[in-house]
Every structure is written in structure tokens, then in C-alpha cells.
């Protein structure tokens, strides 16, 4: 199993922080910290791991840090969200078109078999017909999942959310007038639910944009999964299509392409990512434009000399820019590493 299996792996039990050497000798060897366990990817650093970690101040991620005369790049990541939409109703329906187009992974729960099928649905990752509760109580989906609620009716309602409240998430929304909120959020402090978890409930569901229609509904649901996604840090997921990827044993070079260091302004956020493959075929997007070509071009050389790690500063001054058709103005760090 190499370096991107394991933390690939990782994340599917829950965030994980990911240190990087990004200089010198030791340039691109990395650990991970997963819930206060200290997880080596490589042997023979693990004394240097042990002390180096505690020097990171985590509420900076993602950012570097000098530690023993080494540069050290730290990122939080978790998985990318699937979204679980319990209710196969119209604004499932269209929820689940948005999701299709954002290629968001969703899994549909209903109970009703004319509502969870692949007619309705044909694109989700799963349809599940069965009782909620014995769905929600038995079934695992990532620490990370974004729960969606929109059922029938109050009841399903209430009791979807009381179950996703127990369990880790990501995201949970419960549609619904205020009213009815009023009433679910007071039947759950009877049965003991703190005010702190249930301020975590975006209910009403959706950004408030004024929706009437199912589509207008939906739309306001999307637009805040998309808010809150990106709350975090965007760089801290990995796509659901590269992490397929580097699940992968490779079948021939390639080269991931990471932002460790950003300085002024750049079309994307440190931690952000892409593959490069030796046929001209790339996974993710650091950019795009010029700077994302030149990179291309200089990882395609990089595989085509053996050479499996190097850093990289593309300088946006306005002599430089001007050179490479930009103006933004700043200064972009690209580790490039085999995978």
C-alpha cells in the first residue's frame, strides 16, 4: 500500500491532518495525525515525525511551519461529502439533477418503493427502500456525509433527524415552516438534545432566496451544501474521481501537483491538487490558465526524466506575468511527487 492509499483509506474513518516535508533532503515525506494518533508513512523519520507534530499549530491549516531545519506543509482533509437525501419526493428529484451536474455522490432513503428506484433516480449511488430508522440505525455512510431531509411528512421528518443527530456528519438540513421546526426542535429537547447540537441543524432547509417550486427549493438546498462545503477550506477535500485514483495501483508514472504556498493573489487556494499522466491526460485542476499549462508541461518532464519530487515557484510580478499571460500578481508553490 503506498503513501495516497493509506491516507485515502484514513479519511474514510474521519478527518485527518497530513504533514509534508517540502524541503531539503527529506522533500516529500509525510505523516499522518488522525485523532490524536500518529500514523507513519515512511520508516526511519519516526523520531523527527514525533517531535516535528507537535510543533504545528493546526488552527493555521493549510500552511508551513519550519521544524529541525526542515519546511514542513500541513493540510487538514477530509472526504469529499456524499450527500444522503432521506425522502424520494420532486425535490429529491431535483436535487438530485444538481447534484448529478456537481457530480455530488447522494444515496436516496424511502420507504415507499415508488419513491426510492432507479427511475427516479437513475444517476444516485444507491436507493434504499426501507424504514428509515432501521436505514439510519444500522446503515454506516461516511463521517462526513451531508444529510438532507425531506420527507413526507413531520414525523419521518423527527425521527430522521433525531437519528442522523447521534451518528457523525457533515452537513444535516430538515425542510420545513417555522412552525414545524419550532415543534421538532422542541420534541428533541424532551428527548434530551442539547441546544449546542441542535443550533447545528440548518432548518429551515436552504439558503433563503425566496423558493416556491421544487426546483427553486432545491436550488437553495445545493447553494448551501456548496456554502457550507467550501466553510472549511475547498483544499482539504480530495475529488471523489482522484481519489478513485490514487486508490489505484498505478499502472504507469504520473504526477500529483499540489499548492503548498500561495503569496498574493492566484486563481486557487493552497492545498489544491491535480494529476498529471504520462499519456496527457489530467485529474483535477490547480487553476487552469497558464500557470496550471506550465505546470502540466514541467510535471510531463519531470516523468519523462524519472524525476519523482521537486518544488516549484511560478512568480506572478508584473515581468513574469506579463510573460506567462497573467496578472494577478502573486507567487504559487507547487510540489510536484510521483503517485
Known sequence: MNAYQEITRRLEQGPIYLFTVVSGSSLGEKVILQDGEFISLNSGM???WSAAVMLADLTL????YEAFG???F???MVQEPELVICGGGHISQELAFMADYLEYPYTVLDDREEFANRERFPKAKECICRDFKETLEQRVFSPNAYYVIVTRGHAADLECLELV???PYGYVGMIGSRGKVKKTMDALKEKGFSQEQLDEVHAPIGLPIGGETPREIAISIIAQLIQRKN???PASYIENGMREVLEQESSGPRMLLRIIGKRGSAPRGIGSRMIVFT???LCGTIGGGMIEYKAVEHAADLLARGVEKEVKTYRLNTETAGALGMWCGGEVDILFESC
Not at 61 to 64: H, L, R, S, V
Open 46 to 48: 519516526d523520531q523527527f
Open 61 to 64: 491549516c493549510p500552511y508551513q
Open 70 to 72: 526542515e519546511q514542513i
Open 74 to 76: 500541513v493540510e487538514r
Open 165 to 167: 443527530l447521534k451518528r
Open 231 to 233: 466553510a472549511d477550506h
Open 279 to 281: 499519456d496527457g491526460n
